[in-house]
């Protein structure tokens, strides 16, 4: 039924198919697994130019990751955002003891591996003949058949009805790459897709699938206090979902707590945070926060926010320093 639309699908990737991108051009199971975790809400230009080569550079092996600390494994990831999946990637490599299943079910017991990346990882490492189902493929698939409403079950069932049997990776990987270079959300390249001739959604490719209600992004005020003693600094380990295991100063409500070093603005992917920050040399004592030389502070995994927040720091000391040293000149 599908002959033909496969046909077009592999000639269009046999000239176009990003062929060279590392992690298909590798047999290892945990590079692959490593790409698709760091793929997940980061777009491929970022990965491979900043983070992939040099994670595997610091963590060869999913034994090496295993058998590392937490905070090891996040400053790794740091900039890369989205660290819950750092968090479930250290979480999975301890959970099998740093040998990666080779088959979608035991796949699935792993922290932070769904049913998409367990046939991703099965598919790309082991050549099992599974469809995938990213964010890319499903907006095909929405398109191809015309398909209004978001039903992930029904998806799959399209995934594996228009999947190529005789030829799972080359499929996968040709579809992957149609999503991202032409199948795109906004502008469709409808006329050089490998599709054209049998998508359903092409008269009107931007009304499939329907549109998620449009929310405003919220803004969270807060104040950020660096707490110093002599010459180190107070920060604690995040416990809750957001940002957990990384390191940060003390955040509390928007109000003076000292000497005002200066304002920032972080923009994550569900608000945006407006932050005054305070210089606080008021005694502070809370066992939950640690304290630390500021060269120290930046050997730590921090989130955005919080590099802002020791930037600063930085700048008001340095200008401290050429102040004082005005001085006495």
């Known amino acids: 039924m599908y002959k033909e639309v496969h046909k077009s699908l592999l000639d269009w990737y046999d000239k176009n198919g990003r062929h060279e991108l590392p992690w298909r051009l590798t047999n290892d199971p945990y590079?692959?697994?490593?790409?698709?975790?760091?793929?997940?809400?980061?777009?491929?230009?970022?990965?491979?130019?900043?983070?992939?080569?040099?994670?595997?550079?610091?963590?060869?092996?999913?034994?090496?990751?295993?058998?590392?600390?937490?905070?090891?494994?996040?400053?790794?990831?740091?900039?890369?955002?989205?660290?819950?999946?750092?968090?479930?990637?250290?979480?999975?490599?301890?959970?099998?003891?740093?040998?990666?299943?080779?088959?979608?079910?035991?796949?699935?017991?792993?922290?932070?591996?769904?049913?998409?990346?367990?046939?991703?990882?099965?598919?790309?490492a082991y050549r099992e003949p599974l469809p995938i189902l990213d964010a890319n493929v499903?907006?095909?698939?929405?398109?191809?058949?015309?398909?209004i409403k978001r039903d992930e079950k029904k998806l799959w069932e399209y995934a594996y009805a228009l999947f190529d049997t005789n030829h799972p990776f080359e499929y996968n990987q040709a579809m992957m790459d149609v999503g991202?270079?032409?199948?795109?959300?906004?502008?469709?390249?409808?006329?050089?897709?490998?599709?054209?001739?049998?998508?359903?959604?092409?008269?009107?490719p931007l009304s499939y699938p329907e549109s998620k209600p449009k929310t405003q992004k919220p803004v969270r005020h807060h104040a950020i206090i660096i707490h110093q003693r002599e010459n180190r600094f107070a920060l604690r380990q995040r416990r809750k979902r957001f940002l957990h295991a990384l390191w940060g100063f003390d955040q509390q409500e928007p109000?003076?707590?000292?000497?005002?070093?200066?304002?920032?603005?972080?923009?994550?992917?569900?608000?945006?945070?407006?932050?005054?920050?305070?210089?606080s040399h008021e005694r502070f004592e809370d066992e939950e926060f640690?304290?630390?030389?500021?060269?120290?502070?930046?050997?730590?995994?921090?989130s955005r926010a919080d590099h802002k927040a020791v930037a600063l720091l930085r700048y008001n000391h340095k200008k401290r320093e050429e102040h004082t040293g005005d001085s006495k000149s």
Not at 62 to 77: F, G, H, I, P, Y
Not at 112 to 120: Q, V
Not at 180 to 204: M, Q, R, Y
């Open 31 to 124: 590079k692959v697994y490593v790409s698709e975790i760091m793929l997940q809400q980061t777009q491929v230009k970022t990965v491979l130019e900043r983070f992939y080569f040099p994670f595997l550079e610091r963590f060869p092996t999913l034994m090496d990751v295993a058998t590392s600390e937490l905070d090891d494994v996040l400053k790794k990831w740091e900039g890369l955002g989205y660290y819950t999946r750092a968090k479930n990637l250290h979480n999975a490599a301890r959970q099998c003891g740093g040998i990666l299943p080779n088959n979608v079910h035991d796949l699935m017991q792993l922290s932070g591996i769904g049913r998409s990346s367990a046939h991703a990882i099965a598919a790309f």
């Open 138 to 147: 499903k907006r095909i698939l929405h398109r191809y058949y015309a398909l």
């Open 180 to 204: 991202a270079t032409v199948c795109l959300a906004k502008n469709p390249l409808c006329t050089v897709c490998p599709f054209e001739s049998w998508c359903a959604g092409k008269p009107s």
């Open 255 to 279: 109000k003076p707590y000292g000497e005002f070093l200066g304002h920032i603005t972080q923009h994550y992917s569900h608000f945006t945070l407006e932050a005054d920050l305070y210089l």
């Open 290 to 302: 640690e304290w630390f030389e500021i060269d120290e502070i930046e050997k730590l995994s921090l």
